[in-house]
């Protein structure tokens, strides 16, 4: 009887070890999963701010590009027409009528105030990035807060859970040394035997030195 009690016992540290193991490992991750995301935060906000630059530097490249051709078409109709009055040529398949050359200066005016604006919200990127930056980063820290309080409290709630398995461990320790003084030569040796084994319960040594200095022979 005594013998199958101690065996409930083993079992139950055996049992209440692993699960000890595995919500420690969970600890360390969440842990490096925190870790993680605060230096994420800390990166977050240099990389907005070059893919905004990069954002503005590619506005202008684009309108630089387009003001370039509305130049060169414009020039190409100028030639077109010099040429029409020097040579007297009746017509012109490729000659665009002057309403539509209008509307080409007026867009590429449009083009050139859309460029200086955007050269100097490059200059100032600084102080216009600051609302978008905030913005985003505002929401963004929020994001991985939330996930940051949910990780801690479960990180929390897993020692809490732990220190209550350590008192179940504590418990069958006791109840085997003290049964330890009750058990025959026979079943103390199987008992050291199963100790022996428990390699996952990190006090089995102890276990055993206290399970055999309470053998009474």
Same mark, same amino acid.
């Given at each position: 009887?005594?013998?199958?009690?101690?065996?409930?016992?083993?079992?139950?540290?055996?049992?209440?070890?692993?699960? %000890? /193991?595995?919500?420690?490992?969970?600890?360390?991750?969440?842990?490096?999963?925190?870790?993680?995301?605060?230096?994420?935060?800390?990166?977050?906000?240099?990389?907005?701010?070059?893919?905004?630059?990069?954002?503005?530097?590619?506005?202008?490249?684009?309108?630089?590009?387009?003001?370039?051709?509305?130049?060169?078409?414009?020039?190409?109709?100028?030639?077109? !027409? $010099?040429?029409?009055?020097?040579?007297?040529?009746?017509?012109?398949?490729?000659?665009?009528?002057?309403?539509?050359?209008?509307?080409?200066?007026?867009?590429?005016?449009?083009?050139?105030?859309?460029?200086?604006?955007? !050269?100097?919200?490059?200059?100032?990127?600084?102080?216009?990035?600051?609302?978008?930056?905030?913005?985003?980063? /505002?929401?963004?820290?929020?994001?991985?807060?939330?996930?940051?309080?949910?990780?801690?409290?479960?990180?929390?709630?897993?020692?809490?859970?732990?220190?209550?398995?350590?008192?179940? $461990?504590?418990?069958?320790?006791?109840?085997?040394?003290?049964?330890?003084?009750? %058990?025959? $030569?026979?079943?103390?040796?199987?008992?050291?035997?199963? $100790?022996?084994?428990?390699?996952?319960?990190?006090?089995?040594?102890?276990?055993?030195?206290?399970?055999?200095?309470?053998?009474?022979?």
């Amino acid at each position: 009887m005594i013998f199958d009690i101690c065996l409930v016992e083993l079992n139950r540290i055996r049992k209440t070890s692993i699960n %000890m /193991t595995n919500i420690s490992k969970s600890i360390q991750y969440k842990k490096i999963v925190i870790s993680e995301e605060k230096e994420n935060i800390k990166k977050l906000q240099q990389k907005v701010i070059n893919n905004y630059r990069s954002d503005l530097q590619c506005k202008i490249l684009s309108y630089k590009t387009e003001i370039m051709a509305i130049q060169n078409e414009l020039l190409l109709q100028s030639c077109i !027409r $010099i040429q029409r009055r020097v040579r007297a040529y009746s017509r012109r398949d490729d000659l665009v009528s002057l309403d539509e050359i209008k509307g080409y200066r007026k867009y590429m005016i449009h083009l050139k105030e859309e460029l200086i604006n955007t !050269r100097l919200e490059l200059l100032l990127y600084s102080d216009d990035l600051l609302s978008f930056k905030n913005d985003y980063l /505002t929401n963004h820290i929020q994001y991985i807060n939330d996930i940051l309080l949910k990780t801690e409290k479960s990180v929390l709630d897993f020692q809490k859970h732990n220190y209550s398995l350590n008192k179940i $461990i504590d418990s069958s320790y006791t109840l085997l040394c003290k049964l330890a003084a009750k %058990m025959t $030569i026979s079943d103390v040796m199987k008992i050291q035997g199963q $100790i022996k084994k428990l390699t996952g319960f990190p006090r089995y040594k102890e276990l055993l030195n206290d399970f055999t200095e309470n053998i009474k022979i």
